[in-house]
C-alpha cells in the first residue's frame, strides 16, 4: 500500500517502529483482508501468537479510529517530571474494569472502548501507549 494511501495512526505506527530500529510491523487492517470472512476466521486463530510473540504493541490511545493518529498536541506542562519506580505499573485494570493511569480521567480513552484490546493488554509482553496527555509503557 503507498504510503500517501495510509490512514495516520498506521503510518504513524510504521514510522514509530522504523525509529525504534525494526524493519517489520504486524498491522492487523493491513495482515487480515478485513471484507473477506475466511481471511479472518483464519488469521484470528494465530492472534493471540502474534501478540505473545510481538516486541511491543502499539497503541493510539485518543485516536478514535484510524485516522487519527498517535501524535497529537500535548500540554507538556501538565506533567512534572517523577522517578520511575520499578513496582509500580502505570497503567491496570481495576474491579470496575476502568483502565487506570494517564489518559484515563476522561470517561473512556476511544481505543479501551473496542473488545480486542483486551487480548492485546493480556498477551502483548509490552505496549506503547500514544494518549492526550502523555506517552507511556506498560
Known sequence: IPLAMMPQTLLDAVVIT????FQYIWIDALCIIQDYEKDIKC???????????????IA????????????????????????????????????????????TDAPCPPLHTRTWVVQER???????????EMIFWE
Open 60 to 103: 493510539a490511545l485518543a485516536s478514535g479510529d484510524n485516522g487519527g493518529g498517535c501524535f497529537v498536541q500535548r500540554n507538556h506542562l501538565k506533567w512534572s517530571t517523577s522517578d520511575i519506580l520499578e513496582e509500580v505499573r502505570c497503567l491496570s485494570f481495576s474491579i470496575d474494569k476502568k483502565p487506570k493511569g494517564p489518559d
Open 43 to 57: 488469521k484470528l486463530k494465530f492472534m493471540a501468537e502474534v501478540y505473545r510473540k510481538s516486541v511491543c504493541t
Open 122 to 132: 493480556a498477551l502483548s509482553p509490552r505496549t506503547l501507549f500514544y494518549g492526550s
Open 18 to 21: 522504523a525509529r525504534l530500529g
